[in-house]
């Protein structure tokens, strides 16, 4: 076991992760759930970081010396990303929602306080790390890109830090309009992937699989009514996403609006930087 938390219990193996989360929380690719009361806490099951897991049988995990979870009536997961493809335009409807949704949150980031939210006006006003970013993109400075990852990356306390999130956000947008040669000849992947030594060993993964086009379901479906919702399903999948964590919503959020805002601009992910 790799960490435990109230509502979160994280499994290790190799460079791989687990992440074990209550019915209600949401799944992913790399998360199984498991049906307990609201009020359940896994601080009761007894377990500690360190603690062994395995799985004797297909349905069955094991945790510590006395937990046994059944996973016999489990079903696999499905990413709603699957359904987005062949996307040409990012609507302004839903665009407005996300700006007006983190705008009412700005001081929940670091990185949006003093941000300029305006999807209809260029974004270079915003200074700081954010305009370091782009301007290093819009360059295809690889050298000047990885410096300013250096500074984000790893950013921020815990397990996941602030500026993971914001990498994570941006990473994951882009790959839903990413092309084959991503994962090998763009100066984003590339820089991204050289900083991850900087910060933790599950944020790094979380981060990788986000480059991969993978996320937690609240994040996923958060880009998902973005991109092909109603404004009102856009409204109420990115208002769970800005409730997740201190300001880990917030900061995927960020990360996910200046990827698309810069789609509408440049085409950034269309191309090989």
Known sequence: MHSVFTHAVNLVAGSGFLTIL???????????????????????????PG???????????????????DFSGSKGWRSPLEAVNCLHTIGDENMAVLESALASKHNDSVFSRGFK????????????????????LLENDREGLEKALAGVIGFGPGLTPSGDDLVLGISLARSVFGTPWRSKGSIWEACVRRNLHKTSDLSAFFINRA???????????????????????????????????????????????????WQRRYAWCSKGW
């Open 22 to 48: 209550p019915l209600g929380r949401g799944c992913g690719k790399d998360v199984a759930t498991v049906a307990v009361s609201e009020r359940f806490s896994f601080f009761a099951l007894d377990v500690s």
């Open 51 to 69: 603690d062994e897991a395995g799985m004797p049988a297909s349905c069955s995990l094991w945790l510590g010396e006395k937990t046994v979870i």
């Open 117 to 136: 939210f305006n999807v209809n006006s260029e974004p270079a006003a915003c200074g700081g790390v954010i305009e370091d970013i782009r301007r290093t």
């Open 211 to 261: 480059l991969e086009g993978c996320a937690h379901e609240t994040v996923e479906r958060a880009l998902v009514y973005v991109l092909t919702g109603e404004p009102g399903e856009a409204k109420d999948a990115v208002g769970r996403l800005l409730s997740v964590g201190a300001t880990s919503g917030c900061d995927i959020g960020l990360g996910i609006y200046l990827a698309l805002n």
